[in-house]
């Protein structure tokens, strides 16, 4: 499980630095990286979408803080 929440957790935060670069700078990191290919575009843009969820769900029982 911990290693699913570490992906999960890093797939957020590469959504979360793609929709900062594409408000400040017009810049779609996502883009940049898949290149030419939508298809796998897509795929990042709904495991990022998949992984907030799943984060939001999760969060309480693995923040050490807020499980308290």
């Known amino acids: 499980m911990k290693m699913l929440h570490m992906l999960t957790y890093l797939l957020v935060i590469i959504g979360g630095i793609n929709w900062g670069l594409w408000g400040l700078l017009n810049i779609n990191l996502v883009t940049m990286l898949t290149g030419s290919w939508p298809m796998l575009e897509k795929l990042v843009y709904i495991l990022v979408g998949v992984s907030a969820v ?5 969060h309480k029982q693995n923040c050490k803080l807020c499980g308290s």
């Open 54 to 58: 799943y984060e939001l769900a999760m």
